[in-house]
């Protein structure tokens, strides 16, 4: 009841019960019964005692009226509170842990520490914050379904929560945890970190199944007063990155270098952003070479970017940002289209390659925007080989498996790149039909030094020859690995020997020059 009296209504209805019995105190003081009764009696012959009992039954029936009204609003401000209550739950804590959200997270930094916020006084001024990030656990959704995904998110956060003050450990989203340690020492921290990884990382049953997943782990020390704490689990996060690329079930703690790096790449993003724009990203060409003839046979496009200063940025690192981005696909379409019109210029049998990336395979569309590039640009789909390597295949074999039938229906070629360095290379080959297999450079650089590369390159060969697949060799530098290659039957060659990727217009000036030294020699 005292809250309702510190309610709008409730401190009407105060005044209204105060003011009543202030006008009743001064009704006795005046003597007004007196009067009352006096007047009734003078106007007795119309009425008047009736219409002051009319008076006092109305009062009366006010007064029951607000009472069952006061009651009314009661729940009603009840029912509010626990409609606040659970919008408040939901606004800060995730449905499926239960555990507090990074909003909660964020309002919890705005909260100085008090007597009544147990979390921050529990130890001193110094927290640390770790980031904790699964690691595979894309697969684990694969391999049970999304269901199994939940189950084992929840099995995580209740072993993570047992290691701890339960309220100090929030999931941030997907597969993101941050718990927050009070009071820790170094060896603390680096310790704990060491025990999150190995409860995260214990086999969870789901469905019979004995599911595994790693964990990222990256810690950063915050002490009160000095900045936002949020700051501190961003700088965790960074920490959490660094530990992940360096494979699963890695702690870090955060170091200024690790800031650099990021703004680093931020740098690099922003450029890459510009240079798509701007189509300042061009398509060079390597030729593949047709070993039995000499002959050129086509041209790998090969990405190059130099930024504004003049160095040239390595095409994993800048096509990496560009999948990660999300940028991949409008890099893709205008080195595509561009290569196309180049490839026009070539002589009809000159077949222009091109690598896909394993990002590019999620994307249902990738066929038709292939197909829709080679019709804008006049190119034959005859002319056009797609490289894919074995990782791309097996991220989602269905939709892979739309993409190359779509696109071998319309006359596509479609080559195995970098075969042999993946982990499924054979079964890709029982799976889909390829026109070519690339042998990839490393067992090229390798098999003259080892016998055991040489019997793969060998049977490779083989391989390629028994399912009547063309097969070429990457990264050939040298004479003898020609001789070598040739003699055992390779078909395609392509390394610095016959020439390194280059632009267009000296693309067309080698297909001359290769012309004309074939047509001398022969
Ligand atoms: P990749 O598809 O295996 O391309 C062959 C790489 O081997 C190229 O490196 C090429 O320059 C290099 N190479 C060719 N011959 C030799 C040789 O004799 N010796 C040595 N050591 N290397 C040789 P590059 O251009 O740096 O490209 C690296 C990777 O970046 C490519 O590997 C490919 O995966 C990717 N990439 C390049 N351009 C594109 C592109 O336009 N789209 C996509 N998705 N990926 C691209
Ligand atoms: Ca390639
Ligand atoms: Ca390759």
């Not at 609003?73 to 507090?100: G, I, N, V, Y």
């Not at 001193?124 to 699964?134: C, E, I, Q």
């Not at 080989?385 to 269905?398: C, F, G, R, V």
């Not at 990264?475 to 990727?501: M, N, P, V, W």
């Amino acid at each position: 009841m005292p809250g309702f009296f510190r309610s709008r209504a409730g401190r009407q209805c105060l005044s209204v019960m105060m003011l009543g019995g202030v006008l009743w105190l001064l009704g006795i003081l005046l003597e007004f019964g007196d009067g009352l009764s006096a007047f009734v009696q003078m106007f007795d012959d119309y009425g008047a005692e009736k219409l002051v009992l009319a008076f006092v039954i109305a009062g009366a029936m006010s007064f029951i009226y607000s009472i069952l009204r006061i009651a009314d609003l009661r729940r009603e401000m009840e029912l509010r509170a626990a409609a606040q209550f659970k919008a408040d739950w939901t606004a800060t804590h995730d449905h499926l842990t239960k555990l507090p959200n990074r909003y909660a997270f964020e309002r919890k930094k705005l909260a100085r520490p008090d007597a009544s916020d147990e979390e921050y006084n529990a130890a001193a001024r110094n927290v640390t914050v770790f980031s904790v990030d699964l690691d595979g656990f894309k697969k684990v959704n694969d391999l049970v379904g999304h269901k199994g995904g939940d189950i084992l998110l929840i099995e995580v956060a209740r072993r993570i929560c047992s290691l701890g003050n339960a309220d100090c450990v929030y999931r941030f989203g997907g597969d993101e945890f941050v718990i927050i340690g009070a009071g820790m020492t170094e060896e603390r921290e680096k310790h704990f970190a060491r025990v999150l990884i190995q409860a995260v990382t214990r086999p969870i049953s789901i469905e019979g199944f004995a599911v595994e997943v790693g964990a990222s782990v990256g810690y950063e020390r915050w002490t009160e007063g000095s900045e936002p704490l949020e700051n501190a689990a961003h700088r965790a996060d960074l920490a959490m990155y660094e530990a992940k690329s360096r494979g699963p079930n890695h702690a870090l703690a955060f170091e200024a270098s690790m800031q650099d790096k990021v703004a680093e790449r931020a740098s690099l993003e922003t450029k890459l952003r510009t240079a798509i724009q701007q189509k300042a990203i061009r398509p060079f060409y390597q030729p593949l070479i047709d070993l039995k003839t000499g002959d050129i046979c086509g041209f790998e496009a090969l990405a190059r970017w130099s930024d504004d200063t003049g160095v040239n940025i390595p095409p994993p690192v800048f096509i990496g940002i560009a999948e990660e981005t999300g940028m991949i696909t409008e890099l893709f379409e205008n080195l595509l289209s561009q290569a196309c019109r180049d490839a026009l210029g070539w002589h009809a049998h000159i077949v222009l390659s091109f690598n896909i990336s394993p990002v590019q395979m999620e994307d249902r569309l990738l066929a038709s925007r292939i197909l829709k590039v080679l019709a804008a640009s006049g190119l034959p789909p005859e002319r056009l080989e797609i490289e894919i390597t074995e990782n791309a295949l097996i991220q989602d074999p269905a939709i892979a498996a739309v993409i190359l039938d779509e696109l071998h229906a319309a006359g596509v070629q479609i080559a195995l790149d970098d075969f042999g360095t993946g982990y499924s290379s054979l079964a890709q080959l029982a799976r889909y039909r390829f026109d070519k297999i690339k042998i990839d450079k490393s067992f090229v650089a390798t098999y003259q030094e080892d016998e055991r590369q040489e019997k793969i390159v060998r049977a490779m060969l083989g391989l390629g020859h028994s399912l009547n697949i063309k097969t070429t060799a990457e990264g050939i530098e040298e004479h003898s690995q020609l001789g070598y290659l040739t003699r055992l039957g390779c078909d395609i060659g392509q390394g610095y020997l016959f020439g390194k990727a280059m632009p267009a217009d000296q693309a067309a000036a080698f297909i001359e020059e290769r012309m004309q030294t074939l047509s001398a020699a022969g």
